[in-house]
């Protein structure tokens, strides 16, 4: 079992940055990729980005077109931490934000067995 613990959502005004954590704990040698993944109100959940961390892995990195140049996926992986530095936010990046580990990865997809962690919402005011 893997656990996600995911921290640092909240509001901030059109153009402001904020930083998502998201702390790994538990059997993560499975894992070969992390992401964190949204929800607004009424769509369908969407990847935003997401990192190969496997064992052979480069660390690539992957990002939806809507975030691509705004948004920065990074891990510390002596604090088995997972981060998401998002700048120039705009109101429709407004919604609950959700950290995922997976054992298989395609761009910002996953698959195969997956781990979720609760959720941060971030609200984006204009």
């Known amino acids: 079992q893997v656990q996600l613990v995911e921290s640092g959502g909240g509001s901030v005004q059109a153009g402001g940055s904020l930083r998502l954590s998201c702390a790994a704990s538990g059997y993560t040698y499975s894992i070969t990729c992390m992401g964190w993944f949204r929800r607004a109100p009424g769509k369908e959940r969407e990847g935003v980005a997401t990192?190969?961390?496997?064992?052979?892995?480069?660390?690539?990195?992957y990002y939806d077109d809507s975030v691509k140049g705004r948004f920065t996926i990074s891990r510390d992986n002596a604090k088995n931490t997972l981060y998401l530095q998002m700048n120039s936010l705009k109101p429709a990046d407004t919604a609950m934000y959700y950290c995922?580990?997976?054992?298989?990865?395609?761009?910002?997809?996953?698959?195969?067995?997956?781990?979720w962690g609760q959720g941060t919402q971030v609200t984006v005011s204009s």
């Open positions: 995922a580990a997976a054992t298989g990865c395609s761009g910002t997809i996953i698959f195969g067995t997956q781990y």
């Open positions: 990192i190969y961390t496997g064992a052979t892995s480069t660390g690539s990195t």
